[in-house]
């Protein structure tokens, strides 16, 4: 049998669905916990300092970095986002699984830094159009705001065979199944989705 994972990444472009899949994944296996990153983008008006990031000035940011606090950290669309080593550290030790939702290259960061302990997620649109037509759906962006999420799909879905588990997400129901099903296998925890 393979080594029980502790680290499950969930990466995609922008819009293909990582949110909702991983937030899905947290609710069927309640053991589970959130990666909680750092990042400079200011809080949407749901999102909550400490639960879904802990939302940082540009200058403690860096402070985060200069004092090697950091796994890995990225820039992306203007913005600094990156995993805190204190928090994934103390969550191995204490046998937890943490459930990451971070973008393809910190993914790939986070392989290089726990290869046995990691096991990488991309999740994968069904199209360019479906991602385009989530985003606007979705609200929380301006067009020029989705404009630079569209531009990066490309670079980034070129490196989802570095990954090891491509999820098509086109039926939700379906993906939800399918994910938990494959969790359930590299974690050996049964989920409570049934
Ligand atoms: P990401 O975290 O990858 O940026 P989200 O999880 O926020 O993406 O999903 C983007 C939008 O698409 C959300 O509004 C979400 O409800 C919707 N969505 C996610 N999966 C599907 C799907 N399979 N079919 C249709 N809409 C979806
Ligand atoms: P959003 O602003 O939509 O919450 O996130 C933008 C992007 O940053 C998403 O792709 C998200 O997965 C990614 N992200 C969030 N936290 C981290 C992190 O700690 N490191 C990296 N590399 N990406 C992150």
Redesign the pocket.
Known sequence: MEKRKQLIVI??P?GAG??TLARHILSVFPNFVF?I???T?KPRPNEVDGKD?FFVSKDEFEKLVKNNELI???Q??D?Y???LKSQVDKNLEEGKVVV????V???L?IKQKYPSESFLIFIAPPSIDAIKERLVKRG?ETTDDIEIRLSRINTEMELKDRFDFVLINDDLEKAKEELAKKITEITNTMSNSG
């Open positions: 990466s995609a922008s990582k949110s990666s990153s750092a990042t983008r990031y890995e950290y990225e992306i669309f913005n986002y990156g995993t990451f939702d971070i973008d290259k910190g993914a960061s929380t």
